[in-house]
T-cell receptor, first 115, second 112 residues
Framework: ETGVTQTPRHLVMGMTNKKSLKCEQH?????MYWYKQSAKKPLELMFV???????ENNSVPSRFSPECPNSSHLFLHLHTLQPEDSALYLC??????????????FGQGTRLTVV | AQTVTQSQPEMSVQEAETVTLSCTYD???????LFWYKQPPSRQMILVIR??????QNATENRFSVNFQKAAKSFSLKISDSQLGDAAMYFC?????????FGTGTRLTIIP
């Protein structure tokens, strides 16, 4: 059983739709992350939340809007996406965002297709 | 900014044989960790092995071991006695003061 759960596993949405990705971790971690995984590219860190506070936003377009209501839940709200936003979106968590030895635990991702 | 380079997009190995996946990185930091993650078809990234830069001894986890060459900034993964379940994407990652930085991955195929 994974400690990090993402829903939905697959999502197809039109460019005018609004949808949300959900991530939940059962590991008692304090940091949560959103990554974008595209083919033949390194994983791109999108957002970091540490103790529910957003600490990083790596120049992500405003059509992606994160929300972290508590340490266990992380959402990624999507609106007016473009076809190039189609990718695998991975959620991860770690004990904290500071320690270099901090291992990140990943969910199984949401495969997003924008049509 | 740190960069991680995996120069082998794809590798294949015969079952029960040994394979080595390459990774190089660029950094000016002296204190950092390096990781190898495995992403099977289920898509969930799983930590395989980690190495602290200050430790000269190469990390080992069962059939998985690393060859860490700090001066050369090289961090290769050796998989011994390859098994069908080892088929996956393998990502090298660097963690220093800033974020966890990943390479582009190597797709490993196991030939029965």
């Amino acid at each position: 059983e994974t400690g990090v759960t993402q829903t939905p596993r697959h999502l197809v949405m039109g460019m005018t739709n609004k949808k949300s990705l959900k991530c939940e971790q059962h590991l008692g971690h304090n940091a949560m992350y959103w990554y974008k995984q595209s083919a033949k590219k390194p994983l791109e860190l999108m957002f970091v939340y540490n103790f529910k506070e957003q600490t990083e936003n790596n120049s992500v377009p405003s059509r992606f809007s994160p929300e972290c209501p508590n340490s266990s839940h992380l959402f990624l709200h999507l609106h007016t996406l473009q076809p190039e936003d189609s990718a695998l979106y991975l959620c991860a968590s770690s004990q904290d965002h500071i320690g270099r030895n901090t291992e990140a635990f990943f969910g199984q991702g949401t495969r997003l297709t924008v049509v | 900014a740190q960069t991680v380079t995996q120069s082998q997009p794809e590798m294949s190995v015969q079952e029960a044989e040994t394979v080595t996946l390459s990774c190089t990185y660029d950094t000016s930091e002296s204190d950092y960790y390096l990781f190898w993650y495995k992403q099977p078809p289920s898509r969930q990234m799983i930590l395989v092995i980690r190495q602290e830069a200050y430790k000269q001894q190469n990390a080992t986890e069962n059939r998985f071991s690393v060859n860490f060459q700090k001066a050369a900034k090289s961090f290769s993964l050796k998989i011994s006695d390859s098994q069908l379940g080892d088929a996956a994407m393998y990502f090298c990652a660097y963690r220093g003061y800033e974020k966890l930085t990943f390479g582009t991955g190597t797709r490993l195929t196991i030939i029965p």
